[in-house]
C-alpha cells in the first residue's frame, strides 16, 4: 500500500471515529438528560402527592369547624381560612357554601356559590369533588359538610396550579411540568412526555407530566469536539508511524534478503567471469604458442637435416623468441588491464604497428586462396597509445576479418589500411567474408557475444574497451561492397598531448 493511499485510509477512518464518538456522546447525553428528569419528576411527583394529601387535611378540619355549632361559626372559620391562605400562598380561596340557601349563598365570597353547589350535589358522604376553573388555572376542591346527617354546607378549596407543581428542585435545563386534571387531554401542541404520572391521591384525580425541549441530538460543546478532533487526529498520526515503521522494517527485510541475493549472484559472477577470464587468456595466448610450436617443429626438423648449418635455425629460434616475448607481453597487459593500471603510453606510429600486426598474423601460413595486405597513405601517423594493447587490438580485429573470409566462397582478402585524417589517425581492417548479421551489428561489443563454436566474444569488448583508453573510437559495419569493416579514429600524437594537458 502507498504511503498516500494509506493516509487517506487513516483520515477517513479518524472522522469516522469523530464521528461514532459525536454520536456516543450524544446518546449518553440523552440517556443522562432522560434519567435526571425522571429523577425530578419522581421529586416532584412526591412533593404533589403530599400537597394534595395537606387539601384533604385542610378540607377535613374546615369541615369540622363547620359542623361545631349550628348555626356555623363563621368568623372562626374565616380566622382558620386565612391562616391558611396564608401559610399556603397555593391555596388562593376557601370559601364556606350554604346549601340550604335558594339559590346557595357564599359565606365567605371566594367562590361561585353555583358552582360549588353544583359539585356538593354530586359529593356523596365523605368524598372530594375535584374541577378545573379559570381556565384550567386553578382547581376548586368542593366538601360536603354532613352537619346533622343533611349536610347543608359545602367547604370550597381554590388552589392555584402553577403554585402547586412549583418547587425548589431546580428542572432539568428546558424540561417543563405540567399538572392537569387527569380526565383532561394534554394540552394540545405539548412535546411528547418524557414523564408522566398520576398523583397518589384518592380524592384529586391529577396528573403530572414532565417534557422536554432538550434537542433528540445534542451536539457536543466546542471543547469537546476539538480535544476528540484532535485525540482522533494524536491516534492517527500514531497510526501511521506504527505502520509507517513496520513497513520500513519490511522494507529493510527484503532489502536485505535482496542484497543477501545480490552477494549470491555477484559471488556466482565473479566465479564465472574468472572461468572467461581463463578463456580469454587463453584466446590471446594461442597465436604465439602456435607460432613458438611451429617454429620449434621447424627447427626439429632442420636439426635432422644432415650437415645442417647452425646458421640456418636463427630465423626459426628469433620467431620463437618473438613470440615467447610476446606471450609474455600479453600476459603482462592482460593483468594490467584487469587490474586497471595505467597503460604505458608512447609515441606509436600506427603504419608501422600494421606492417607488424600483419607480419604477425602471417607467421603461420595463411590458408590457400587467402591474402592480406596493408595500404598506407605513405603518411606517419603517430598516436600516443600503449604499443602492445594496440597491437592486440589490431591482431582482433585481423583474426576476426581471417576468420570471416575462411567461410568466402570466391575472394579471401582481408585488407589494413592506414591513413590521416585531419588531426586523427585512421586503421580499418576491410574483408571480403560474409558480413555481419543484424544480431551482430547490434551486439558487437557486448561481452561474451558470439557466433563461433569456439568463440569466446571477449575480442571485439577489449578492442573497444583499449580504442576508448587512447582516445578514439571504434566502429564496425558492413561495407558497401559487401564483407566487413571495423576501424578506428585516433587523435594524433600531438593532438591527444594537447588534450591530455588541457584535462
Ligand atoms: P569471438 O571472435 O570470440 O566471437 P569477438 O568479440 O571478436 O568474439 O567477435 C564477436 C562476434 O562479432 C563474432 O562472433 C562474429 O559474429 C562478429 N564478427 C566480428 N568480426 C567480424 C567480421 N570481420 N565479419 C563478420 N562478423 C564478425
Not at 173 to 182: F, I, Q, V
Not at 216 to 231: S, T
Amino acid at each position: 500500500m502507498t504511503g498516500r493511499r494509506r493516509r487517506s485510509i487513516i483520515l477517513l477512518s479518524g472522522i469516522a471515529v469523530l464521528g461514532l464518538v459525536c454520536v456516543l456522546y450524544s446518546l449518553l447525553q440523552r440517556r443522562q438528560a432522560a434519567a435526571e428528569l425522571a429523577s425530578a419528576g419522581q421529586t416532584l411527583h412526591r412533593l404533589i402527592s403530599q400537597r394534595a394529601d395537606q387539601h384533604d387535611a385542610h378540607l377535613t378540619s374546615l369541615s369540622a369547624l363547620v359542623q361545631a355549632a349550628d348555626p356555623a361559626p363563621i368568623a372562626t372559620v374565616e380566622q382558620v381560612a386565612a391562616s391558611i391562605t396564608r401559610f399556603y400562598p397555593r391555596i388562593v380561596g376557601i370559601d364556606v357554601i350554604d346549601l340550604a340557601a335558594t339559590p346557595p349563598a357564599s359565606l365567605l365570597d371566594a367562590s361561585d356559590p353555583a358552582i360549588v353547589a353544583a359539585e356538593a350535589a354530586q359529593a356523596s358522604g365523605a368524598s372530594v369533588r375535584t374541577r378545573a376553573i379559570d381556565d384550567g388555572s386553578k382547581l376548586l376542591l368542593v366538601k360536603r359538610a354532613l352537619t346533622d346527617g343533611v349536610g347543608h354546607y359545602a367547604i370550597a378549596l381554590i388552589v392555584d396550579i402553577a403554585r402547586l407543581s412549583a418547587s425548589d428542585v431546580a428542572l432539568p435545563e428546558g424540561a417543563t411540568a405540567t399538572l392537569r386534571l387527569a380526565s383532561e387531554p394534554p394540552p394540545a401542541g405539548n412535546k411528547a412526555s418524557a414523564f408522566s404520572a398520576e398523583i397518589a391521591s384518592r380524592t384529586q384525580p391529577l396528573r403530572l407530566d414532565l417534557a422536554s425541549t432538550a434537542p433528540r441530538w445534542p451536539v457536543p460543546p466546542l471543547g469537546f469536539l476539538l480535544l476528540a478532533a484532535l485525540l482522533t487526529a494524536l491516534g492517527g498520526v500514531l497510526i501511521e508511524r506504527l505502520l509507517d515503521a513496520r513497513s520500513k522494517a519490511n522494507d529493510a527485510a527484503r532489502k536485505a534478503a535482496l542484497a543477501a541475493q545480490d552477494a549470491r549472484l555477484a559471488h556466482a559472477g565473479r566465479v564465472n567471469a574468472m572461468g572467461e577470464l581463463a578463456s580469454g587468456i587463453a584466446h590471446e595466448l594461442t597465436q604465439p604458442l602456435t607460432a613458438i610450436l611451429s617454429h620449434a617443429q621447424a627447427g626439429q626438423r632442420l636439426v635432422q637435416r644432415p650437415g645442417m648449418e647452425p646458421a640456418t635455425l636463427a630465423p626459426a629460434l628469433d620467431a620463437i623468441a618473438r613470440n615467447a616475448k610476446r606471450a609474455g607481453e600479453i600476459l603482462g597487459r592482460l593483468r594490467a588491464w584487469i587490474s586497471k593500471s595505467e597503460p604505458d603510453l608512447e609515441i606509436v606510429d600506427l603504419a608501422e604497428l600494421a606492417r607488424e600486426v600483419a607480419h604477425l598474423l602471417t607467421t603461420g601460413a595463411l590458408p590457400d586462396g587467402t591474402s592480406l595486405k596493408v595500404e598506407s597513405d605513405g603518411s606517419r601517423p603517430l598516436v600516443r597509445a600503449d604499443r602492445v594493447q594496440l597491437e592486440q587490438v589490431v591482431f582482433n580485429l585481423g583474426r576476426n576479418a581471417l576468420d570471416a573470409v575462411a567461410e568466402a566462397k570466391s575472394e579471401r582478402i582481408v585488407t589494413i589500411a592506414v591513413a590521416m585524417q585531419g588531426a586523427e589517425a585512421l586503421l580499418s581492417v576491410a574483408d571480403t567474408g560474409p558480413g555481419l548479421s543484424s544480431e551482430a551489428e547490434a551486439r558487437l561489443f557486448e561481452p561474451f557475444f558470439t557466433t563461433k563454436p569456439e568463440g569466446l566474444g571477449l575480442g571485439l569488448a577489449l578492442c573497444n574497451r583499449l580504442i576508448e583508453r587512447f582516445g578514439g573510437t571504434l566502429e564496425g559495419r558492413n561495407a558497401a561492397v559487401g564483407g566487413a569493416v571495423f576501424s578506428f579514429h585516433l587523435p594524433l600524437a600531438a593532438e591527444a598531448i594537447r588534450r591530455e594537458a588541457a584535462e
